[in-house]
């Protein structure tokens, strides 16, 4: 079982970046994905997440409407589209996953039992 984060990269500010988290030897289908960021110095926090069946998503409220996360069953693999990028975007990204969550649940408490080694984005100003 593996999450491996690509993607990242330095952009500068206003520029778009795509992450891609791709899923070995688990179902899309029955986990909750997301993606977290943590920036030297500060708190981790939760970017956005998608849930297994349905795909519902959720986004940290700063983020809503630069960031889209969105999911290919047929690769395994999950996307993070980041738009419109800030300095203050800069942080090491991650994905994970929790089974049989939603994306409510992993995004606001944090209970993933599977994660993946992060991809750094920076973004220049």
């Known amino acids: 079982v593996q999450l491996q984060a690509s993607g990242g990269g330095l952009v500068q500010a206003g520029g778009s970046l795509r992450l891609s988290c791709a899923a070995s030897?688990?179902?899309?289908?029955?986990?909750?994905i997301g993606w977290f960021r943590q920036a030297p110095g500060k708190v981790r926090e939760a970017v956005s997440c998608i849930s297994g069946g349905d795909g519902d998503e959720y986004y940290a409220e700063s983020l809503k409407g630069r960031f889209i996360i969105s999911r290919d069953n047929a690769k395994n693999i999950i996307y993070l589209q980041m738009n419109s990028l800030k300095p203050e975007d800069t942080a090491l990204y991650y994905c994970?996953?929790?089974?049989?969550?939603?994306?409510?649940?992993?995004?606001?408490?944090?209970?993933?039992?599977?994660w993946g080694r992060g991809t750094q984005v920076t973004v220049s100003s």
């Open positions: 994970a996953a929790e089974l049989k969550s939603r994306a409510s649940e992993l995004c606001t408490r944090f209970g993933y039992n599977l």
């Open positions: 030897g688990i179902s899309l289908e029955m986990y909750a």
